[in-house]
């Protein structure tokens, strides 16, 4: 089983959708959980950090649940400027301390 | 003031050749990372420094040697380049080991 997965897409949604994608993890110990933003030949940018509790930000509502290992980023309401990768991180655990990124989930959102 | 900065952004080489990236950040971080990104888009760890203490070197070549003169700079060394070094590099820091991630813009190396 890989570390960290992703669905990778692309999700292809009209603008206006709401799209959910899901991260699975498989280092129960892991510490930190991220989402970042990718977009074509760019570096990554912090999204959404993700906490037990959950947390909103605007239109990105993201999700832990440890006991089944998963993270979730949900978008409402997707804009034209929400087209871009999605990365998942998972960092730590046991001692740990490497990031660990998965694969990236595509997104593109049409007119 | 660009928060973690790379260079050279492009570097086309060739094959046999010996090359270095250099990366600067100026929010006072601890710890440092740098990684690979290959042409399926894959970001890989290969290296982290923790006030200039080497903590994570991942399964790389060890013709790849990073350098940490400061807290501020950490710098990649390639010695004798491959074809499948040819990847985007991007460095990055963060506050702590556990904290979030600010990566610089890329360096765009081409071996050829």
């Known amino acids: 089983r890989k570390e960290v997965e992703q669905d990778p897409g692309p999700f292809n949604v009209p603008e206006g959708a709401t799209v959910a994608f899901n991260c699975t993890y498989s280092?129960?110990?892991?510490?930190?959980f991220f989402w970042y933003r990718q977009d074509c030949r760019k570096e990554p940018k912090l999204l959404m950090s993700v906490y037990s509790s959950g947390n909103e930000d605007g239109r990105f509502t993201a999700q832990l649940n440890r006991a089944s290992q998963y993270i979730s980023l949900l978008i409402r309401d997707s804009k034209l400027s929400d087209s871009a990768t999605y990365l998942c991180v998972v960092t730590g655990g046991g001692g740990s301390y490497i990031p660990t990124f998965g694969r990236g989930t595509s997104l593109i959102v049409h007119p | 003031d660009t928060a973690v900065s790379q260079t050279p952004k492009y570097l086309v080489t060739q094959m046999g050749n010996d090359k270095s990236i250099k990366c600067e950040q100026n929010l006072g971080h601890d710890t440092m990372y740098w990684y690979k990104q290959d042409s399926k888009k894959f970001l890989k760890i290969m290296f982290s420094?923790?006030?200039?203490?080497?903590?994570i070197n991942e399964t790389v070549p060890n013709r790849f040697s990073p350098k940490s003169p400061d807290k501020a700079h950490l710098n990649l060394h390639i010695n004798s380049l491959e074809l499948g070094d040819s990847a985007v590099y991007f460095c990055?820091?963060?506050?702590?080991?556990?904290?979030?991630?600010?990566f610089g813009p890329g360096t765009r190396l081409l071996v050829l």
């Open positions: 420094y923790n006030n200039k203490e080497l903590i």
């Open positions: 990055a820091s963060s506050l702590s080991r556990v904290e979030t991630q600010y």
């Open positions: 280092n129960s110990a892991s510490q930190s």
